[in-house]
């Protein structure tokens, strides 16, 4: 099983980027996919989730509005799309899978990427 996290880098204020989540050795299609951020020196938090089994989208109160959360089961790859980007939003990217419905807790999910880096500065 991996998941391969991609996409990261630097940004201005304002801008966007799309971050991509490769996923091999499981089905893609029965999992829920989750993608975390860490900031420096901080814990993991939850940023979005999309679920398969009601098809819900979950965001947190820092990205919803902002990013886009979505799956191409075909290419077993999810995507967060990010846009007006926020120097606080700087942080390394993670994704993750469960094989149930979308939880915010982290130590629910079974497998994580390693996660991209993503750097929001003038």
């Known amino acids: 099983v991996q998941l391969q996290a991609s996409g990261g880098g630097l940004v201005q204020p304002g801008g966007s980027l799309r971050l991509s989540c490769l996923t091999s050795g499981f089905s893609l299609g029965d999992h829920a996919i989750a993608w975390f951020s860490q900031a420096p020196g901080k814990g993991r938090d939850g940023i979005a989730c999309i679920s398969t089994a009601d098809g819900r989208l979950y965001y947190s109160d820092s990205a919803r509005g902002r990013f886009t959360i979505s799956r191409d089961n075909a290419k077993h790859t999810a995507y967060l799309q990010m846009s007006s980007l926020k120097p606080e939003d700087t942080a390394v990217y993670y994704c993750?899978?469960?094989?149930?419905?979308?939880?915010?807790?982290?130590?629910?999910?079974?497998?994580w990427g390693q996660g991209t880096l993503v750097t929001v500065s003038s």
């Open positions: 993750a899978a469960v094989a149930s419905l979308c939880d915010p807790n982290e130590d629910e999910y079974d497998y």
